[in-house]
């Protein structure tokens, strides 16, 4: 599988938005743009009302849900609860010296660039690769989502230090056996 492509790093966006940490922080959303300030255009204002911040937490809820579904028919509804969201302006730019194409306009404010290429991206992997290439972490004590770009697609961890904590666990659980 070709995950090469700007449609799918964008899921990545949508992966880490769906996993941030909003219950520590109030501007949770600020920090999460400013730590993502590559995927907005560099005139963009990095900065969130309240209200926006809010309607960022609804769409990190919204690519959690479709991660979570266990049918198809709920995955393509979440998905076109997400894809209601975005404003999608497709144009092509080569800022880094690569042609490719973006999702949002690039005068759209942070939380429109944001909606959109999350929406659009997740929208694009699921519809290319499948539902089923979306989970959450099998670790105990983990609940965040991943999106399995292996070949076999036989990922179950959000990420290596879970996958290793469980090998972990399960060695030490064999061995008290
Ligand atoms: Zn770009
Ligand atoms: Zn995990």
Redesign the pocket.
Known sequence: MDYDT?GSNAVELAIDLANADRAADPDWAVAFLRAHD??FTPETALELSPAETRRAAATSDLVRAVAVAGTQDDVIARLNELLALARPHPYA?D??G?L?L?YARPDASALEQLTTTVAMGLSQVVAQHGWQRLGVCSAEGCDDVYVDTSRNASRRYCSNTCASRSTVAAYRARRKA
Request: charged content about 35%.
């Open positions: 700007y590559e995927w730019t800022h880094d690569e490719h973006h």
